[in-house]
């Protein structure tokens, strides 16, 4: 029997059309448009203030846009009701700028709590995901510590882990590893590669880490503030070295002379 070779176009995990958001009356990044395919690994990359954070947001669903589509694995997170909306995120980890954990409840707590609001794991496998989880962060031992008693970078940690607790389709992270120390941030890139390889996960991060960026972007979209848009998308490497505005040029290089 012959079989049948041709296999449908996949859908982009995430699709932006004609997208503007901003607060109240003020806009901070208009007609936007781009494709985020399966498995990529994609930098947010501007000025403090450009709208990296207000982006991301928008597309987790936090907040609706002023003009625009936003489609989630084909399915808009814009119209979506309540229901529609929950569900869109079940596929979503999010780590926040800051970490966010609940500091009434502990570490061990704070990453079960996807898997308790899901409702369909038991107790066993929650424990067990969340020893896993920790492993995975290096954070044995640490389930019973309160975040108060955590530093800065374990907090970012707990976070991670917390966002990797459904193994989800698609990962946001804002600005995971700044603040850390070089080797933790170091750990984390080796993570979230890791995590790519093994799930397929599509990723967006938030990062001014060069290293981070090279090691593990495949393309980064570069914000403006002022021009209150995307100037540029390429890979970190080809930015770098060919675009064509001397600011993503000297972004990327750390060379304002670029
Ligand atoms: N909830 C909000 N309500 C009103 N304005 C906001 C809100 N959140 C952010 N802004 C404004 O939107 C603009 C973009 O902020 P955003 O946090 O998205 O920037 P960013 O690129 O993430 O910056 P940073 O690199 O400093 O994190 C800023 O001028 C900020 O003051
Ligand atoms: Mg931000």
């Given at each position: 029997?012959?079989?049948?070779?041709?296999?449908?176009?996949?859908?982009?995990?995430?699709?932006?059309?004609?997208?503007?958001?901003?607060?109240?009356?003020?806009?901070?990044?208009?007609?936007?448009?781009?494709?985020?395919?399966?498995?990529?690994?994609?930098?947010?990359?501007?000025?403090?203030?450009?709208?990296?954070?207000?982006?991301?947001?928008?597309?987790?669903?936090?907040?609706?846009?002023?003009?625009?589509?936003?489609?989630?694995?084909?399915?808009?997170?814009?119209?979506?009701?309540?229901?529609?909306?929950?569900?869109?995120?079940?596929?979503?980890?999010?780590?926040?700028?800051?970490?966010?954990l609940f500091r009434a409840l502990s570490v061990a707590e704070n990453i079960a709590l996807?898997?308790?609001?899901?409702?369909?794991?038991?107790?066993?496998?929650?424990?067990?995901?969340?020893?896993?989880?920790?492993?995975?962060?290096?954070?044995?031992?640490?389930?019973?510590?309160m975040p108060?008693?955590?530093?800065?970078?374990?907090?970012?940690?707990?976070?991670?882990?917390r966002?990797?607790?459904?193994?989800?389709?698609?990962?946001?992270?804002?600005?995971?590893?700044?603040?850390?120390?070089?080797?933790?941030?170091?750990?984390?890139?080796?993570?979230?590669?890791?995590?790519?390889?093994?799930?397929?996960?599509?990723?967006?991060?938030?990062?001014?880490?060069?290293?981070?960026?090279?090691?593990?972007?495949?393309?980064?979209?570069?914000?403006?503030?002022?021009?209150?848009?995307?100037?540029?998308?390429?890979?970190?490497?080809?930015?770098?070295?060919?675009?064509?505005?001397?600011?993503?040029?000297?972004?990327?290089?750390?060379?304002?002379?670029?």
């Amino acid at each position: 029997m012959k079989t049948n070779t041709v296999q449908p176009p996949e859908v982009s995990p995430i699709v932006v059309k004609d997208l503007t958001v901003g607060y109240g009356e003020r806009i901070i990044l208009q007609n936007l448009n781009f494709e985020i395919k399966k498995g990529q690994i994609v930098t947010l990359l501007g000025g403090s203030g450009c709208g990296k954070s207000t982006l991301l947001k928008h597309i987790i669903g936090l907040y609706p846009p002023m003009q625009g589509e936003i489609l989630i694995q084909g399915r808009s997170i814009v119209t979506a009701n309540e229901t529609e909306k929950r569900e869109i995120m079940s596929c979503f980890g999010v780590a926040y700028q800051g970490g966010a954990l609940f500091r009434a409840l502990s570490v061990a707590e704070n990453i079960a709590l996807p898997m308790e609001e899901m409702g369909h794991f038991t107790k066993d496998e929650i424990k067990e995901r969340v020893e896993q989880k920790l492993a995975l962060m290096h954070l044995e031992g640490f389930g019973n510590f309160m975040p108060s008693d955590l530093s800065g970078g374990m907090i970012k940690r707990v976070a991670f882990a917390r966002a990797l607790a459904l193994d989800p389709a698609l990962l946001f992270f804002d600005e995971p590893s700044a603040g850390l120390d070089p080797l933790t941030s170091d750990m984390l890139d080796d993570v979230i590669l890791e995590i790519r390889e093994k799930t397929g996960a599509t990723i967006v991060m938030v990062t001014h880490e060069l290293p981070s960026i090279f090691k593990v972007s495949d393309r980064v979209l570069m914000l403006s503030r002022d021009e209150k848009s995307i100037v540029d998308d390429g890979s970190p490497q080809w930015l770098r070295d060919h675009s064509e505005i001397p600011f993503v040029r000297a972004f990327l290089s750390r060379n304002k002379n670029n």
